[in-house]
């Protein structure tokens, strides 16, 4: 270990201690039914640890670092770091993107960076820009120590799911650590949302978004869940837009079903063939947009990128084409991506077996669920139908565009504390054996 390194380490862990600090004074993480403080604060101190095994795998895993994501935005924002100290108009106008379309800035940075530039155009925002800008933000305060982004990554995450827990602790009363549970423990969740991904300001996005949305019953003040809610989309926009597009649909139906819960299902049914045709339209009125033609073209694009690495978890589809033919022939493979695929990569190393592992409890959970269920008429409606949406829908465009297993697990992560929230919504109580009731804080 070179000296840098334990500069690196030593850095890091003052922030880390910062953050604590000032969590301590942040009303945010005060006073929430079900999570105290001390789970927050084991909860940042675990998902730092987590991010720091996901930069050993990428390290000494995969050698190859021009192909590791975890540090393909960090060494890019190398670039535009640089320009704060020499050019420090260029720095903001590329950090804010005003002003900085233009040949100078494309000849002088971005064709430097490796990864500003997307091979597959697709017509779609180009993410990789947020995640660059981000690190080289970070490195004012890093000094390009990769393990202090890290750390921020991870508190940001933890914020999110932290957000998450409190918009979705009112929906699920007397069941807070089932809810602990289904948000904060699924493996993949807690590794893949606690490095400088994409998936960690997803996380951030995502909570803050849904806490603003359907966290009337806290306590939070109704201008404090405006600016939340604000957040947390402008977040989810320059992220990963398609899970807010998947979650729109679900967050109408809990809406129009909150306000009179007579015919949930027809709503439901009404809420998303409206969705599916807006969708359509809009691509028809905007040209390349086209809904089928984007998800085909994304999963042109991926087969391409896997068979060009020649990806260890790629699973032998047929193309998609644009046409709902093709679609609906595909449904099946989809379904089978989403939600079977990883069972399929047992003995192909560690991290496919855990793949494979909370896939059982992808599954399991819910079935557990629907054989206590409580009946029909008890149910939420709204929130169950909400958290069936957001699965479904998320996990059929994951299913039609992601033919490797290794992304398909770190691309759902957005819906498996859904997953927990679904069987506690299904579930009574009651008629769980005691050890269960014990552990859902019954």
Known sequence: MTFAHVQGIVLAIGYLALLLYLMRRIAFFQGIPGLSFRAIVAILVLKTLAGTALWAVYTWGYPDRSMADIFKYFDDSQVMHDALRTHPMDFLRMLTGIDNDSAYFTERYYLVMNNWVRRFETGVYNDSHTMIRFNALLRILSFGQYHVHTVFASFLSTAGLVALYRALQPLVKGLERGLLLAVFAWPSLLFWSSGPLKESLLMLG??????????AATRIRAGRRILLLVVGLAVMLVVKSYVLLCLLPGLFTWYWVRLSPRRALLRFVIVHVLAIASALVLGQLLPGQDPLYVIALKQ???????????????????????????????????VHLSFLSPFEMVGKGPLALAAAAENLFVLGLPLLALAYRRPW????????????????????LIGY?????????RYRIPFLPFIGLLSLLMVDPQRLPRRMQKLLNT
């Open 377 to 396: 008429r008890a149910m939420d409606k709204a929130s169950l139908l909400l958290a069936i949406s957001f699965i479904a829908s998320l996990g059929l």
């Open 401 to 409: 565009t992601v033919p490797v297993v290794g992304a398909l697990v």
């Open 300 to 334: 042109r694009d991926f087969l391409g990128m896997a068979r060009e690495v020649a990806s260890g978890s790629m699973l032998n589809v047929p193309p998609l084409e644009p046409t709902w033919g093709s679609f609906l022939r595909h449904l099946p493979i989809a």
């Open 206 to 215: 995502f909570g803050l978004f849904l806490l603003g949305a359907i966290g």
